[in-house]
């Protein structure tokens, strides 16, 4: 694996000076050369002035921009030099091929998936991923085409995330997709991170942003989570009717406010039931006579 190697660049600006420099008198010497060439001179100088200003030509290929939040990348005939990150205009061996890396922060959204849930039910899901490049040359040698590298292995760990959740439960203790964003989230940044981290990639956030049942059984599906809630939401009713009665025996026997005997515990507990899980509100009926006429 290659990791990166920070490289320091030479300062641009002064190198370009100094080409600059070497580019005028290399242009006076040559004509001044060529002159004296015409007179009768040698023409020797004028093969040095010639090299000199192929040289320089040669050496302004060096020179190079980095932007702010930016890496280049510094090759020499496929041998990887290093990666300059310090902005501004620099210079490096003309022969070293310069590749930019951009380390801003980006994101994406991933296509709609239609995969299959925990349950078996057909779902579209959708996520947003915020990445950034942190090692430019994982980025460069380690995948091809680090970009397409991460649009690709995003959605795979998103498919395989909707089909380690149900989409929805009515079990506190089960994590559902639709009912647990937070825990589903953090399980969808730690697998996509685990498949992008040879690429030099880190992954910021990634959220669900689309989630629904698919279109063919959204109807059906909409029936049975309503039934599931309204099944969930008995339990509760009756669980708490039933402590609420047993509070109340419990109570009136405590403070013997009256002795019952069993038939008469059985009615108390028919009335308080009855009144505490109608879903209308109880018809009170006063009993002028008692329960043995």
Not at 189 to 198: H, M, P, V, Y
Not at 232 to 240: M, Y
Request: hydrophobic share 45%; aromatic share 6%; charged share 20%.
């Amino acid at each position: 694996m290659i990791n990166e190697r920070e490289r320091s660049a030479s300062n641009g600006l002064l190198a370009l000076l100094l080409l600059l420099v070497i580019l005028g008198l290399s242009i006076w010497g040559l004509v001044t050369a060529i002159r004296g060439a015409e007179a009768g001179g040698g023409k020797f100088l004028i093969f040095v002035w010639v090299f000199i200003l192929i040289v320089d030509g040669v050496c302004l290929g060096g020179l190079f921009v980095v932007n702010p939040n930016q890496g280049v990348v510094l090759q020499l005939f496929g041998d990887y030099k290093g990666t300059v990150r310090e902005p501004g205009l620099r210079w490096a061996n003309p022969f070293y091929s310069k590749k930019a890396i951009s380390l801003r922060v980006r994101n994406f959204e991933t296509a709609r998936l239609k995969v299959n849930d925990k349950d078996g039910n057909p779902i579209e899901i959708a996520a947003v991923v915020v990445w950034k490049v942190v090692d430019t040359a994982e980025a460069s040698f380690e995948v091809d085409d680090y970009e397409n590298y991460v649009h690709v292995q995003s959605e795979s760990a998103l498919r395989n995330l909707a089909t380690a959740y149900p989409y929805d439960s009515h079990e506190e203790t089960q994590t559902s997709l639709r009912g647990h964003t937070a825990a589903v989230a953090t399980h969808l940044q730690t697998e996509i991170q685990e498949r992008l981290a040879k690429a030099g990639v880190q992954v910021i956030e990634a959220r669900i942003s689309h989630l629904a049942y698919a279109p063919e059984i959204a109807a059906a599906m909409l029936q049975r989570q309503q039934a599931g809630a309204i099944i969930a939401a008995r339990q509760r009713i009756v669980d708490g009717a039933v402590g609420m009665v047993e509070m109340a025996l419990e109570r009136l026997a405590r403070n013997n406010v009256v002795q019952l005997d069993e038939e008469r515990k059985a009615t108390m507990v028919s009335n308080l039931m009855v009144v505490l899980c109608s879903e209308r509100a109880a018809q009170p009926i006063v009993n002028a006579g008692t329960l043995y006429q």
